[in-house]
Nanobody
Framework: VKLVESGGGLVQPGESLNLTCAASGFTFVNYGLSWYRQAPGKERKLIAVIGDDSRTSYSNSVKGRFTISRDNAENTVYLQMNSLKSEDTAVYYC?????????WGQGIQVTVSS
């Protein structure tokens, strides 16, 4: 199982970014995936989940601004982040649980700063 995040970077407040998580090594269509983030000096927190049926849920901190989606043909999960705020600055991780084993991507830095 392998997850590779991309699409991070430095943006100004109010701008948007679209993170990508490319998955391999498992039957993607059968699994839900999640996005977590870890801000400097804080614990890692769950922010968005997409089920194998494409149902979604979000933490209150990102609801209405972030959208998680998936492309089963491309084995990819996306996190569209709009109206970014300085408090969204964090390392973002994609994760999946396969056969009771949680696999994390390497993480991608998102910095929101003027």
């Amino acid at each position: 199982v392998k997850l590779v995040e991309s699409g991070g970077g430095l943006v100004q407040p109010g701008e948007s970014l679209n993170l990508t998580c490319a998955a391999s090594g498992f039957t993607f269509v059968n699994y839900g995936l999640s996005w977590y983030r870890q801000a400097p000096g804080k614990e890692r927190k769950l922010i968005a989940v997409i089920g194998d049926d494409s149902r979604t849920s979000y933490s209150n901190s990102v609801k209405g601004r972030f959208t998680i989606s998936r492309d089963n043909a491309e084995n990819t999960v996306y996190l569209q982040m709009n109206s970014l705020k300085s408090e969204d600055t964090a390392v973002y991780y994609c994760i999946v649980v396969v056969s009771l084993t949680r696999t994390w991507g390497q993480g991608i830095q998102v910095t929101v700063s003027s």
